[in-house]
């Protein structure tokens, strides 16, 4: 009888130790987190640019909007006659505010011609070893903000990258 009532015992007692150090070691109520920064502090310190330019005007509308492209671009990487490996970028637009619709009304034109940037950029290279390092990006955002710029004029503040994979074979 003693042997069956001992597991119960030890069960209950860590149970109950358990429970009362997780009381214990419950931290206090935590503040509601500011709305407009979930993080806490000022993740851009020093960057009171960016945080100007997302900020509304006096009339309340935002200074740009963003245009994410519809679809993810696919660019293979092709070495000798061989495709290597093929990489995947998903890109916003950052336009002035109310040129969405422009953008994707003329969105074809622009798939072309960042399609061309990108492959550009992987004949160049761009896409081996470590694609992701911050020279290849700043190239590859430059070629395709130089693309968008002659498409759509100075509605273009930049693009972002808002993805990118590589799936080597």
């Given amino acids: 009888m003693i042997k069956k009532l001992i597991p119960i015992i030890l069960i209950l007692t860590f149970g109950g130790a358990g429970v009362a150090a997780g009381l214990m070691l419950k931290p206090e109520e935590v503040a509601m987190l500011d709305a407009e920064n979930p993080c806490g502090e000022n993740p851009n310190k020093g960057d009171e640019k960016a945080k100007e330019e997302s900020k509304p005007t006096k009339d309340g509308t935002e200074k740009y909007e963003y245009a994410k492209l519809n679809n993810q671009f696919i660019?293979?990487?092709?070495?000798?006659?061989?495709?290597?490996?093929?990489?995947?970028?998903?890109?916003?637009?950052?336009?002035?505010?109310?040129?969405?619709?422009?953008?994707?009304?003329?969105?074809?034109?622009?798939?072309?011609?960042?399609?061309?940037?990108?492959?550009d950029h992987a004949s160049r290279?761009?896409?081996?070893?470590?694609?992701?390092?911050?020279?290849?990006?700043?190239?590859?955002?430059?070629?395709?903000?130089?693309?968008?710029?002659?498409?759509?004029?100075?509605?273009?503040?930049?693009?972002?990258?808002?993805?990118?994979?590589?799936?080597?074979?």
């Fill in 75 to 119: 660019v293979p990487v092709i070495k000798g006659d061989i495709v290597r490996s093929v990489v995947v970028v998903a890109l916003s637009l950052e336009v002035t505010a109310g040129s969405r619709d422009a953008v994707f009304q003329i969105e074809p034109k622009l798939r072309d011609s960042f399609l061309q940037a990108l492959f």
């Fill in 125 to 169: 290279g761009g896409f081996d070893g470590a694609f992701a390092n911050t020279e290849n990006l700043i190239r590859m955002r430059r070629a395709l903000k130089e693309n968008a710029t002659k498409i759509l004029g100075d509605v273009v503040n930049d693009v972002l990258v808002t993805d990118i994979a590589r799936q080597d074979n």
